[in-house]
């Protein structure tokens, strides 16, 4: 990503952290209620209590709360652009381990995590035919040990100018060529889908 791309991100969320406090407006999701289906489908992927997980793009960590009120501990490992948004999300999760950047920025060894998840953090238009899509997904694979989950918006439902949205199919076509056992769900909200792509047997 540039730099000034980066830039735009950290200061977008600065401002609508100043300007809504602790909430998913702060994030750009509309209410925390379909913030919450997203996760509900992403934890669907297989994410038992007791797994270590790392959320791309994590915000305030909302996962974490959301995984453990549900289903128990995880051993959670959060990234993000925003100083801001991690510095919440140290205040409010504790336990979790929280790192800045994105997530080229850290030399993770391949294989670190159980499951390697990413919700609403590749909405950015970045205006280069979804290739930072690409490169990013590809990384959260090398990086998991069971699985990758991780949503996008549906360009079939929804087209906007200040919002990347990409066309189901065509993504799941191309993690297919990196992970045979690939599925994708645009059951569950009409402007989104998510992709599961597991290694190995962990279904």
């Known amino acids: 990503m540039k730099e000034e791309q980066r830039k735009r991100i950290i200061d977008r969320?600065?401002?609508?952290?100043t300007r809504h406090g602790y909430h998913p407006h702060a994030l750009y999701w509309s209410s925390r209620e379909i913030q919450e289906i997203r996760f509900a489908v992403l934890a669907e992927i297989g994410i038992r209590a007791?797994?270590?997980?790392l959320d791309v793009g994590c915000g305030f960590g909302d996962f974490m709360g959301?995984?453990?009120?549900?289903?128990?501990?995880i051993r959670y490992t959060g990234i993000d652009l925003s100083p801001d948004l991690l510095?919440?999300?140290?205040?409010r999760h504790a336990e979790g381990r929280f790192l800045q950047g994105e997530l080229f920025d850290?030399?993770?060894?391949?294989?670190?995590?159980?499951?390697v998840i990413l919700s609403g953090a590749l909405n950015e238009p970045l205006h280069?035919?979804?290739?930072?899509?690409?490169?990013v997904v590809t990384r959260m694979f090398a990086l998991c040990r069971h699985g990758v989950?991780?949503?996008?918006?549906d360009a079939r439902t929804l087209r906007a100018h200040d919002l990347q949205s990409h066309q189901p199919q065509e993504v799941w076509r191309w993690c297919s060529t990196l992970c045979p056992d690939c599925h994708m769900r645009d059951d569950y909200l009409a402007n989104d889908f998510t992709i599961y792509m597991y290694r190995g047997s962990s279904k």
């Open 87 to 91: 510095r919440e999300a140290r205040r």
């Open 128 to 135: 280069d035919q979804g290739a930072y899509m690409r490169r």
């Open 50 to 53: 007791g797994d270590s997980v």
């Open 106 to 115: 850290v030399a993770f060894a391949e294989h670190s995590f159980d499951w």
């Open 149 to 153: 989950a991780f949503n996008l918006l």
């Open 66 to 73: 959301w995984f453990e009120r549900q289903h128990g501990t």
């Open 13 to 17: 969320h600065r401002d609508s952290l």
